[in-house]
């Protein structure tokens, strides 16, 4: 018998543990560098550009509202606009592909939003009862225990903290095809959103702000220096 699948789905029930090795994924990681130097010919094959925006889509986000949405920016003359408005973003702006995180606003994360009833009815297809569970405990939640509702900033905020899960995702599924990124918050947020939303209308502002930005492609350069990071002894303790 065949089972029905809503587009929204992605099979995941029956598979196994993976069985991949560990190492694989360190050295990924440990490849992966905030590129300063991008080879502005070089570019991302639709597959590997592909794979990387799966990892986006399989990213978790709180509660499963997905709050975000990708601008791909890959015209040139909006790129040299975007660089009057960013200090840290101009090497990123060569990059084969560059990626606007735009993140919903309050009036999206309303319970009873068109946007929430879409991710609650249409994508996770949930009955009225476990929405009805949902309600009562996301009101708890924007109210007292995260407070995301106490303000315009904390509830964009809050969606904006997905969007850096995602970026994550994607910059970790780069590296591991052997490509580079740079995560990116080096620009003003109302001078870009002047620019992208308002201008050239590529997003609603009422809906939507810029959590942040990243570039993906080819380093044209090595790092010069090797990674720093505190040592686990900095970074763990351990509570028995
Ligand atoms: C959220 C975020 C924003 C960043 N913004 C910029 C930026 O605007 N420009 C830039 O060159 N690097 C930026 N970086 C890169 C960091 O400086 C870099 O990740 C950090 O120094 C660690 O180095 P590594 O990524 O090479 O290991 C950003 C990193 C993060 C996570």
New binding site residues.
Partial sequence: MEVYMSKYEIENVKLTAPKLDRKDLEYAMTY???C?KFDSKKKISEEDWNAILTAARLAPTSLGFEPYELLVIQNPEIREKMKAHGW??Q??LEASHFVVFLTRKKVDLEFDSPYVRHIQEEVKQLPAEIDAAYREKYAQFTTSDYKTFESERAAFDWASKQG?IVMANMMTMAAYEGLDS??????NQDDMTALLGDELGLFDTKHFGIA?MAAFGYRDEE?HRN?TRRTMDEIVTVVE
């Avoid at 740079?182 to 620009?187: A, D, R, S, V």
């Fill in positions: 992966r560098y905030a300063k840290g973003i090497a990123g850096y740079c995560p990116l918050e080096g620009f942040v790092p990674k």
